[in-house]
């Protein structure tokens, strides 16, 4: 397996998502992959966060984390960038209506992939599209 980077935004009737997919091998041994899904499900009542990672495709190896943030609370998402020889550091923010952060999440993207432009692009548009799809589902659902 190699290094690669997928995003895509599956558009459903009541909800779209907004996936980034990332398989990094281990630099030492090719055969030792990580991989990272990062998925931001928005419907007209929350937004849901889940990332999930794991090793060599193993599922039993996998970690998890979800959040929901009720739309009506949310204000915007906040992604800081930032990057070291090694390593891509992205801090994924949201903040309320009224400043409250809401949301403070970290990925890092090893070396191998930490130049494609995919990942900031997914990130540097995330709120945009987010709101994007939340007026959609305003609108679909009056």
């Not at 992205?90 to 993207?109: A, K, M, P, T, Y």
């Not at 432009?117 to 995330?126: C, D, N, P, Q, V």
């Amino acid at each position: 397996m190699h290094d690669f980077i997928n995003t895509n935004v599956e558009s459903h009737q009541n909800e779209t998502v907004f996936n980034l997919q990332i398989c990094e091998t281990n630099e030492f041994d090719v055969s030792l992959t990580k991989s990272t899904t990062l998925s931001f499900i928005v419907s007209k009542k929350n937004i849901k966060i889940v990332t999930r990672k794991w090793v060599n495709s193993n599922q039993e190896s996998m970690i998890g984390k979800s959040y929901i943030i009720p739309t009506k609370a949310f204000h915007y998402f906040l992604p800081i960038i930032s990057e070291t020889e090694d390593e891509l550091n992205i801090r994924v923010q949201s903040f309320g209506l009224h400043g409250e952060l809401l949301l403070n999440e970290r990925l890092l993207i090893d070396k191998n992939n930490k130049c494609n432009t995919k990942i900031t692009t997914f990130f540097e548009t995330l709120d945009e599209n987010v709101n994007q799809a939340l007026r959609g589902l305003q609108i679909h659902c009056m």
